[in-house]
């Protein structure tokens, strides 16, 4: 088994030891509950570095309700048994006073590309995100981290986030990993009812077929709205945005006109799923 750790001095003190010995250090930061897409980013730390360090935290300062903050799947024990055949070095699983100490006054914010989409649908979020991944690269000193592309806008964000301050980390996003039937691998899938589970891939079903026709060449506005018209019919109870935006900058575009991507949120069984392609 992975050893685990909850304090900071004690990781520093093991990630000194590894530099010293001119180890390459890699994190794959989470919220546990993992799953294939969390040890395909394993697998892809494990290829690149010495030393590997997983990150087990649920960050409060990243859900905007607190019930869902509270019903946020944590199988540590699980997860570490997952982590052990990996070549995992250490699982840091700190309680939430390490992070956030009384008196923690500090919010790191990436303005722009944060604020569509999720941004927009979840107010907070992303700082919440930035704030706690520019902590965990502090704790953690690692010469890179892992991220999955499911999540496209945080991947931007946390790019963002590194460039601006000049962190000494490279980031590199893997592939969304899905399961047999296209649902992307995620921790909430665990929360789907049997109904919503054999509902859910009509999201990316539908984001494929729109994807089609836009390379086709029919008109993207009109396909957008039959998209979110086929994800309702499908089952969801709410499409919150599909849409189409560049993929760096996530700018609304009507044209495929340089890298695009779709992405799209919905609500389904009072779960939220969110998944993006590109086109």
Not at 11 to 21: M, S
Not at 55 to 76: C, G, H, M, S, W
Not at 153 to 174: E, F, P, S, Y
Not at 244 to 270: C, F, K, N, T, Y
Request: glycine share 8%.
């Amino acid at each position: 088994m992975p050893q685990i750790v909850r304090n900071v001095s004690q990781l520093r003190e093991i990630v000194a030891g590894w530099k010293a010995d001119g180890d390459a250090v890699g994190v794959v930061p989470t919220m546990g509950a993992l799953h294939d897409g969390h040890l395909s980013l394993v697998r892809a730390a494990r290829g690149d570095c010495a030393r590997v360090i997983v990150t087990i935290f649920v960050n409060p300062k990243q859900f905007n309700a607190p019930a869902d903050l509270l019903k946020y799947p944590r199988t540590e024990e699980a997860d570490a048994a997952l982590l052990a055949p990996l070549g995992v070095d250490v699982v840091f699983a700190p309680p939430i006073e390490e992070v956030y100490p009384s008196g923690f006054a500090t919010t790191v914010s990436v303005s722009g590309i944060s604020d569509p989409l999720e941004g927009a649908h979840r107010p907070g979020h992303f700082d919440g995100v930035a704030t706690v991944v520019a902590k965990l690269f502090g704790m953690t000193a690692a010469d890179r981290a892992y991220f999955g592309q499911k999540d496209w806008q945080q991947l931007q964000v946390v790019q963002r986030l590194v460039a601006d301050l000049n962190l000494a980390v490279k980031i590199t996003g893997c592939e969304t990993i899905r399961e047999a039937d296209g649902l992307a691998m995620s921790s909430r899938n665990a929360q789907l009812s049997t109904d919503a589970r054999a509902c859910a891939p009509a999201l990316h079903a539908a984001m494929q077929r729109a994807a089609a026709a836009i390379r086709g060449g029919a008109p993207v506005p009109l396909v957008m709205k039959a998209a979110r018209a086929e994800v309702l019919d499908a089952g969801f109870d709410e499409v919150e945005y599909i849409e189409l935006r560049s993929a760096l900058m996530l700018e609304r575009v009507s044209q495929l006109d340089g890298p695009v991507r779709m992405l799209a949120a919905a609500m389904i069984g009072g779960v939220r799923l969110i998944d993006n392609i590109a086109v």
